[in-house]
């Protein structure tokens, strides 16, 4: 297929184009640096990786500016949505709520009335969301057809999911992959953890009874080609593992795999004094979220344990 896939210098970006480009797919990128520059090149500024060598399927957009190159979206296939502003990179002040809120649900809108609008539609859209539509939901286990919770990120997952009506009205399969935590030593949650934890410096978050969904960065690039080539596959997709833990066992599998103690709790306050606002709904907030939609529909996970996950990710 003839895929594009924005967000395509973020943790699951970089996986996934150099694997679907294996597999045999021709890979495009939609890139702000194209939109801006008039060409067709360059990742997104501020981006984790280097950018790229220009693309010939490179497609140009300006989220912001409400702007995207429709020509070059004919001829595509199917379209990996994955760009947004990071939830967990900074504090949560009013301007950063709405640069999240903007970067998610404007930017969908955009680019699924753009893909409506074509005069061959792809077949299938897959746009990123995330377990936070379930909200902080203690021990009880959320599946795909569990209700949204409430506060701020169940109120933006819907929005964010909300914004691909256009494309599903054009007859666009749409499925929402609602990511858990990615577990990679190249970025993300993990990273971030492993230094503090390598010195023996870590411990639980709050109680740590809270339930944390997880998933390999592996599985997560494995899921999204699953579901590009799965039709029976649309609507929310919980992309999790099926075995959720809670943050103590988290704590204690990642010190056992790393041989060190992690006898430094971050109690609740401490947590809400470092993060603020942002701590009750990443650190603190409990959503058991499991998979149904991937199994009933055949994909395997590579990792569905939490310890040899660790050690693939980790090379333990």
């Not at 009880?140 to 997952?157: Q, T, V």
């Not at 041989?259 to 709904?281: C, Q």
Request: glycine share 10%; aromatic share 4%; proline share 8%.
């Amino acid at each position: 297929m003839q895929v594009l896939v924005s967000g395509s210098s973020g943790l699951v970006g970089t996986a996934l184009v150099p694997s679907l480009a294996t597999a045999g797919h021709r890979v495009g990128r939609l890139v702000r640096a194209a939109a801006e520059s008039g060409g067709r090149s360059g990742a997104r500024p501020g981006a984790n990786a280097a950018a790229p060598a220009p693309g010939a399927l490179d497609v140009g957009w300006d989220p912001a500016g409400e702007r995207i190159d429709a020509a070059r979206l004919e001829g595509t296939d199917a379209v990996v949505h994955l760009a947004g502003a990071s939830i967990a990179a900074r504090r949560w002040t009013a301007a950063r709520k709405e640069l999240i809120r903007k970067s998610r649900v404007d930017a969908t809108q955009l680019l699924s009335r753009a893909l409506a609008k074509m005069k061959r539609p792809p077949r299938v859209l897959l746009s990123a969301s995330a377990v936070g539509f379930y909200g902080d939901r203690g021990e009880e286990i959320l599946r795909e057809s569990s209700p949204r919770g409430h506060g701020l990120l169940p109120a933006l997952c819907v929005a964010w999911e909300s914004a691909t009506e256009p494309a599903e009205k054009a007859g666009i399969r749409v499925v929402h992959l609602r990511f858990g935590v990615i577990l990679s030593a190249r970025g993300g949650a993990l990273a971030k953890m492993l230094p503090p934890f390598r010195l023996g410096l870590g411990g639980p978050v709050g109680s740590g009874r809270q339930y944390m969904p997880w998933i390999t960065l592996d599985d997560v690039v494995a899921a999204i080609e699953h579901a590009l080539a799965t039709d029976a596959l649309t609507g929310p997709v919980n992309t999790v593992s099926p075995n959720p833990v809670t943050n103590l066992d988290y704590t204690k599998m990642l010190g056992r795999v790393l041989r060190r103690p992690t006898v430094f709790p971050l109690p609740a306050f401490a947590a809400r004094l470092a993060f603020g606002e942002m701590a009750d709904a990443l650190l603190l907030s409990s959503a058991r979220v499991v998979p149904e939609a991937l199994p009933a529909s055949g994909f395997r996970f590579r990792h569905p344990a939490l310890e040899p996950a660790l050690r693939h990710v980790l090379g333990r």
